[in-house]
């Protein structure tokens, strides 16, 4: 079992940055892979980064890519996601997801967190 809870988010403007933290608790932390979805009002949960367990990996959405980076402190059971140059498209509840396998952009994560609410305004 493992239990995620993300931190981190809150509101900014356009252009802004903002640093998302998905503490994990459980053993074997280092096993798992790891991603960010987000889901905004009104639409479907999607895909945002994911990274391998050993950080060695990682993929990103199109619309992300050269803006977010995903990250991660094995020694600290936390995955980490930066993000740059916010957009009001960006808005959104951000959720941390593991599984022990790479699924990347697949949504069949077995543990989810509660999520974290980004607002970026213009």
């Known amino acids: 079992q493992m239990r995620l809870v993300e931190s981190g988010g809150g509101s900014v403007q356009t252009g802004g940055s903002l640093r998302l933290s998905c503490a994990a608790s459980?053993?074997?932390?280092?096993?798992?892979?790891m991603a960010w979805f987000r889901q905004a009002p009104g639409k479907e949960r999607e895909f945002v980064a994911a990274?391998?367990?050993?950080?060695?990996?990682?993929s990103y959405a199109d619309s992300v890519k050269g803006r977010f980076t995903i990250s991660r402190d094995n020694a600290m059971n936390t995955v980490y996601l930066q993000m740059n140059n916010l957009k009001p498209e960006d808005t959104a509840l951000y959720y941390c997801?593991?599984?022990?396998?790479?699924?990347?952009?697949?949504?069949?994560?077995?543990?989810w967190g509660q999520g974290t609410q980004v607002t970026v305004s213009s």
């Open positions: 990274i391998f367990s050993n950080g060695g990996l990682t």
């Open positions: 997801a593991a599984d022990r396998l790479w699924l990347a952009s697949d949504p069949r994560y077995d543990f």
């Open positions: 459980g053993r074997a932390f280092s096993t798992y892979a």
